[in-house]
């Protein structure tokens, strides 16, 4: 027996699916243009990876957002969203653990001697010399962009072991987009240049900016007060609504149906955003695509991730925001010490570390349950020699699937096609943030999609997939 369906008409029918950044800024800007939207989100709560999960008091940030961006007109959406108190100014610190050691990034001379050793380090600028006289014939994988950029010996040292912890594949099969939207323009030269010249304020080079804004309950707060903000413009935000049928006509879509505890639901749409994994959008099409689109959907996958939070007292705690793991000898990727994002986020003379892990839906640690995890993640940090598995007081597993879109041999052209067939089968749907474009944007970089998406439904032109593809787009402010 079929469920039934109830259809609701909007009186903007513009559909918006997903309640994260890029689906709440759209119904944010979409009622500053004085129209309303319906947005579908499948979970329980807003913000997708950038919510903050809370456990008994404890707030977890997924992944550590740092609110820093070269775009004004982001930066200005954060502060009409929420109030100045509402925000901390937060040193960037972090390092990076490598051979037993830990390695001050950005680089310090001082500290990158000593712990290389000055044979070592007179080897790794020889090695960069070499690739800069002889670079790596091909360039179109992180292996070769990131040696080409760094040498080959620094690439082995700091790059490799933990490019693959994320992505679980090995480096030179990950496509180089992703090194150059994360590493930009960054290179040994311009990091040992940041090393030597006197301190200052870095923000031309994103991986190197030593402040950031931070909401002091941490990023979920930004995207529970825009959830309020769409509230009173007029639009709604229906939970527990799972997308997964669109129907389409002379190259529109027509209406969304999502399932619901209730039942299904149709929405009638004039336009949708949608912020849903792009495979999943393509393959909820009816009628559907060819085969060959179909297929180039399927091909679309993504790496997982779940946090480990381990409570500990909070002098046990250290200074940086987060450490990147290169040791082969843990599974571990990241470790965030919390307290160093917000005091707001932990509880009085404790604070919490979250091992952060790679993974795939599945695998032997997503399927593991909690109170495994919780004692692999503290034998974990013995290892590292960070704290003493004894002064762990308990730990939560905040698991979050589809977190990183994956950037394979085949990916771009896979992502082509989907891009070819929406154009002309699905004109009125904008494909938006991370998963929407299968692509590693950032959180404002996401909010910037949804922003000239709506701006495109009003009448604009904006080739929204340009966006965080420019080489100089950390350079300057934009206006």
């Known amino acids: 027996m079929e469920t039934p369906v109830e259809t609701k008409n909007s009186t903007s029918k513009s559909i918006i699916v997903g309640a994260g950044p890029a689906g709440l800024t759209a119904a944010y800007q979409i009622g500053k243009a004085s129209g309303t939207a319906t947005v579908l989100e ?31 007109a982001v930066s200005d959406l954060w502060h009409e969203i929420l109030d100045e108190e509402d925000f901390l100014l937060r040193p960037r ?4 653990y490598y051979g037993g050691k ?4 950005p680089l310090k001379a001082t500290n ?20 800069r006289i002889n670079p790596p014939k091909d360039q179109t994988h992180f292996e070769g962009w990131t040696a080409s950029r760094f040498g080959w010996r620094l690439y082995k040292k700091f790059f490799k072991t933990y490019t693959e912890k994320v992505w679980g594949i090995p480096a030179d099969e990950l496509q180089a987009d992703w090194a150059a939207q994360r590493i930009k323009n960054l290179s040994l030269f311009k990091a040992i240049l940041n090393a030597v010249l006197p301190r200052r304020n870095q923000k031309e080079i994103t991986s190197l900016i030593e402040e950031f804004e931070y909401p002091k309950f941490g990023p979920g707060m930004m995207w529970e007060k825009c959830h309020d903000l769409v509230s009173e413009q007029g639009s709604q935000v229906l939970f527990e609504h799972k997308v997964n049928h669109f129907s389409h006509k002379d190259g529109k879509v027509f209406s969304v149906q999502a399932t619901t505890p209730n039942g299904s639901v149709e929405f009638d749409a004039d336009s949708v955003i949608s912020s849903m994994p792009l495979p999943h959008l393509l393959q909820a099409m009816d009628p559907p695509a060819s085969e060959q689109v179909l297929k180039a959907a399927a091909s679309l996958t993504f790496r997982d991730f779940l946090t480990v939070a381990l409570i500990v007292p909070e002098e046990k705690g250290f200074p940086d925001n987060w450490i990147y793991i290169h040791s082969e000898e843990v599974r571990v990727g990241r470790v965030q010490n919390f307290g160093q994002w917000s005091p707001y986020l932990v509880k009085e003379g404790r604070t919490c570390l979250g091992l952060e892990y790679f993974v795939n839906i599945g695998d032997d640690l997503w399927n593991s ?31 979050m699937p589809r977190a990183y879109p994956m950037y394979d041999n085949e990916y771009q052209e896979n992502v082509e096609i ?34 000239l998406s709506v701006e495109n439904i009003y009448g604009a032109s904006h080739d929204i997939w340009q966006v965080n593809v420019e080489e100089d787009y950390h350079e300057e402010i934009s206006e």
């Open 369 to 399: 349950n909690d109170e495994d995890l919780v004692a692999k993640a503290t034998k974990e940090l013995g290892v590292l020699g960070l704290v003493e598995p004894g002064l762990v007081e308990g730990g939560y597993v905040v698991r």
């Open 418 to 451: 989907i891009r070819s067939w929406l154009n002309q089968h699905a004109k009125n749907v904008y494909p938006v943030g991370r998963n929407g474009m299968h692509r590693y944007n950032n959180q404002d970089h996401s909010m910037l999609t949804a922003m």
């Open 42 to 72: 499948e979970d329980t709560v807003v913000g997708g990876i950038s919510r903050t999960a809370q456990r008994e008091g404890w707030r977890f940030d997924i992944g550590g957002h740092r609110f820093f961006t070269k775009v004004r």
């Open 93 to 96: 610190m972090s390092r990076i």
């Open 112 to 131: 990158a001697l000593r712990n290389l050793g000055i044979w070592e380090s007179i080897l790794c600028v020889l090695s960069y010399v070499w690739v």
């Open 102 to 105: 830990f390695y001050d990034y």
